[in-house]
């Protein structure tokens, strides 16, 4: 092969994780076509401290906005800025990764985190620049997209740092984002890789991708460790959210095949939270001996439960771990804080805490929200992760479908609660490192299927649980390619746009809304729904907004079906979808009859349109972003 | 005497943490002293804008020269490592901190608090910047064998050293040695002498 002819073409499938808390790089080589070439971990280039370049494979997700006065430009800046390179990208020139991790943990004020779970969430324009959150006026805030396209600048100047011949633009990419992400979510991501410049990209939901990293891993036997018939539950616990995904072996043309068949609400929830219990376990001991805790030893508080939490939890041996938060000072010594976590505090917060016993109809518990909302992440007010799998697997058993079953009241005799029944269980996120936990999700799901007299739940062991999700999805581009078994699934969700019905009005009561099916469930990459049989008079030059609706639990809703009611859990309300039918010829107040389509993208965004009936034109359908 | 003796050793027991902290620091500044002394430009990974303090000539690097076989060539360390290695075991284990404390003042409770502080940061330190293994693998108190021509500078004699080689005695300590040093790179022009910068909280 003659490299220099080769030189636009891709040579690695590289796989980015693009979390919460850490973002991972994952490449394997295109030109080796051998099943067994290794997929590596890109050990990314980062600042650890003014001044000090330091590699790591995680790269933090987090963005220290720095004072004007604060470093001097050249303490900050990294081996790819040095030099007047044409290759580099981001605008945005704010300390990423470890060193904003440590300059943040002494000024929260100015430290952007958790960027990803914004976008993720519908009732904020992401676009709008408020982070950090509930900081001083002065600062120059950055909006959620903002961080996000910075992150995926710095790892494509890490990587063509080290691969300066092969830039990432040019490379098989694949991104993943929560299986949980709605369509505005996942487009917002898909928009920040190309204003990184990286437009070839595609999305892969990441228990898919710790799926897909399980099969490269046992590439050999994985068919002999999966049968005909199997539902895998993947059960992915980062650093802030949770994400579950249902994966069923199923059988084509003779060979195995896999197929998506459903994913879980978005659960902010993760391995952080726990940290932060213990921490707070910690402190609340401290100052039950009458000392004050400032903000700086509560953060090294939590920083210390985390390092005895991972020894405790793995040396089974050990019963108490001492924590030690020592003054500022040079004087390091007296004046310290010396605190003890023991063996039975860990199990008790964080296996009861997180991974309490619960029975499978159980649903999480939730108090009303507060009304004076103010701008804030939705976090899971349940911290009982086995409660949100009980409350998943329960919505997905096809009995349980409908609210309007024959059995509404739940009066059906002894028969056990119904659930979808998974027969294997994949674990992945570093909570997992810790075998009590992935042993008491196990433990759960035991009970659960004994009770509707099911065999034992099989365990697939993941090799790598931190690194799992960008090496699957670097694994996926070799897949799209045609080496290895592919998991359909398409869409997670059926998509509705809901209209409200032509009624005479009625004082104090809203006109009923019906939904309208405009996708159904698991429509592929790269395909497009029918169009919807509804018609609607729309005026050009004018913009026209739209209900939205997503239902995880209707599968088998075709465009078209017209849904009169529904209950809360069945449909959930996304931000509102609007278009704005420009004219190119200028002319506005034109009638004109629309129907609408949706379509998934190569790149695996929703794509919605309105098509002309009775012509050519097309309009994009916009997901809102404004709040609501 | 003998008891008392015992007693002030228990006492003294956290201040050997101190020691070990200080004999550790002195191994790694003599190991990147000597790492960077040889040349080893591709294992500390110093980017070509900085300047070693010292340059580091060493025998190597001039081969032709017609005096090398009776010249015997001292070379000047580089100081960047070691300031590197201070600054690393500061920020992240408090060691000159601890070290600059007077521990008489303290008890051994507060002595041994502050040493598990120093412990697991340097020990991150160890293991983040240098990859360090055993010279002999076999268990120490068991008896190993050394043949003639075997490498002086990893093993070393003692006790009744009389005899020709092959060697047989008695192992007492495994030895280390760094395999690989994967030290930060430095942005040019930054200040290394400053190993932990004073902090003032507004």
């Known amino acids: 092969m003659n490299p220099v002819e080769n030189n636009n073409a891709a040579r690695y499938a590289v796989g980015i994780d693009l979390g919460t808390t850490h973002c991972v790089l994952a490449w394997r080589a295109l030109d080796q076509e051998a099943p067994e070439t290794a997929i590596e971990v890109l050990p990314i280039t980062q600042l650890g401290s003014p001044g000090s370049v330091v590699e790591s494979q995680q790269l933090a997700s987090l963005m220290y906005l720095t004072h004007p006065n604060e470093l001097s430009e050249q303490a900050l800046s990294l081996p790819w800025n040095s030099n007047s390179n044409s290759n580099v990208t981001g605008s945005l020139n704010q300390p990423l990764g470890s060193i904003a991790q440590n300059l943040g943990a002494k000024t929260p004020i100015r430290l952007v985190s958790s960027a990803k779970s914004w976008l993720g969430h519908t009732g904020v324009d992401c676009k709008e620049a408020f982070l950090p959150l509930d900081s001083v006026d002065e600062i120059d805030k950055v909006s959620p997209y903002e961080a996000t396209v910075a992150y995926l600048c710095h790892l494509k100047n890490a990587w063509q740092h080290r691969f300066p011949d092969a830039p990432l633009a040019q490379q098989k990419l694949t991104i993943t984002v929560p299986a949980s992400f709605d369509p505005k979510a996942r487009e917002l991501t898909a928009e920040a890789a190309q204003e990184a410049g990286l ?255 099911r065999p034992a739940i099989k365990h697939l062991s993941s090799a790598d649980l931190d690194y799992a999700v960008a090496r699957g999805a670097a694994y996926y581009g070799t897949v799209r390619e045609g080496n290895g078994v592919r998991i359909k699934g398409g869409t997670a969700c059926a998509y509705y746009v809901g209209i409200e019905s032509a009624m005479p009005a009625v004082p104090g009561m809203e006109p009923p809304l019906q939904a309208f099916c405009i996708a159904p469930f698991g429509l592929e990459e790269g395909s497009s729904a029918a169009n919807s049989p509804e018609e609607f008079a729309l005026l050009t030059g004018q913009s026209v907004e739209f209900r939205f609706f997503a239902s995880k639990t209707r599968r088998d809703d075709q465009v078209g079906t017209v849904l009169e009611s529904w209950s809360d859990d069945e449909l959930m309300e996304l931000p509102p979808i609007s278009a704005k039918l420009d004219d190119l010829t200028g002319a506005s107040g034109q009638g004109v009859t629309v129907t609408l389509q949706a379509g998934v993208t190569e790149v695996g965004t929703l794509k919605l349109e309105a098509v002309e009936v009775q012509g050519q034109r097309r309009w994009k359908i916009e997901f809102d972003v404004r709040d609501h | 005497m003998n008891p008392q003796l015992e007693q002030l050793l228990t006492q003294l027991d956290p201040l050997h943490y101190g020691l070990l902290g200080f004999s550790f620091l002195l191994i790694i500044i003599l190991v990147i002293s000597r790492s960077t002394g040889s040349n080893n430009a591709d294992a500390v990974t110093t980017p070509d804008s900085v300047k070693p303090a010292a340059p580091a000539d060493s025998v190597e690097s001039e081969p032709q020269s017609a005096q090398v076989a009776s010249t015997v060539k001292i070379t000047e360390y580089s100081t960047d490592a070691a300031l590197q290695v201070l600054g690393l075991l500061q920020q992240e284990a408090r060691l000159i901190d601890f070290l600059q404390e007077e521990v008489q003042h303290f008890s051994d409770a507060e002595v041994g608090a502050a040493a598990r502080v120093v412990h697991e940061g340097a020990k991150k330190v160890l293991t983040d910047n240098f990859l360090i293994e055993p010279i002999r693998s076999e268990d120490e108190e068991s008896h190993v064998t050394l043949d003639e021509g075997f490498n002086t500078a990893e093993v070393r004699l003692s006790g009744n050293v009389v005899g020709k080689p092959p060697f047989t005695g008695l192992l007492i300590h495994r030895g280390w040695k760094v395999s690989e040093v994967k030290l930060p790179k430095v942005i040019d022009g930054h200040d290394l002498t400053i190993i932990a910068p004073a902090e003032v909280e507004l």
């Open chain 1, 199 to 453: 437009n070839q990209a595609i999305l892969l939901e990441e228990p898919q991708a710790a799926f897909y990293s399980w099969v490269f891993d046992n590439a050999d036997t994985w068919r002999d460790q999966v049968q005909l018939g199997d539902v895998i539950l993947v059960v992915d616990v980062g650093g802030g959210t949770t994400d579950l995904s249902l994966i069923e072996v199923k059988e084509d043309s003779g060979e195995l095949s896999l197929e998506r068949l459903a994913v879980g609400e978005h659960i902010l929830l993760g391995g952080d939270n726990m940290d932060l219990a213990l921490a707070y376990q910690v402190k609340a001991k401290v100052e039950a001996q009458g000392k004050t805790l400032e903000m700086w030893q509560i953060n090294a508080l939590t920083h210390g439960c985390r390092a005895a939490k991972e020894a405790l939890l793995t040396d089974t041996d050990l019963q108490t771990v001492p924590i030690v938060v020592p003054s500022r000072g040079s004087r390091m010594m007296g004046g310290g804080l010396r605190a003890e976590l023991t063996r039975d505090e860990v199990i008790t917060a964080l296996v009861e805490g997180f991974f309490p016993k619960a029975a499978v109809d159980e649903v999480p518990r939730s108090r009303p929200r507060s009304a004076l909302s103010k701008k804030s992440l939705p976090f899971a007010q349940d911290a009982g992760i086995t409660r949100h799998l009980a409350k998943f697997l329960s919505s997905q058993a096809p009995e349980n479908a409908t609210a309007f079953s024959n059995d509404p009241l739940g009066v059906n005799g002894n028969n056990p609660p119904a659930f979808l029944k998974p027969t294997a269980v994949l674990f992945n996120g570093g909570v997992f490192k810790a075998p009590i936990l992935a042993q008491r999700v196990g433990e759960n799901l035991n009970r659960w299927l004994e009770e509707s007299a």
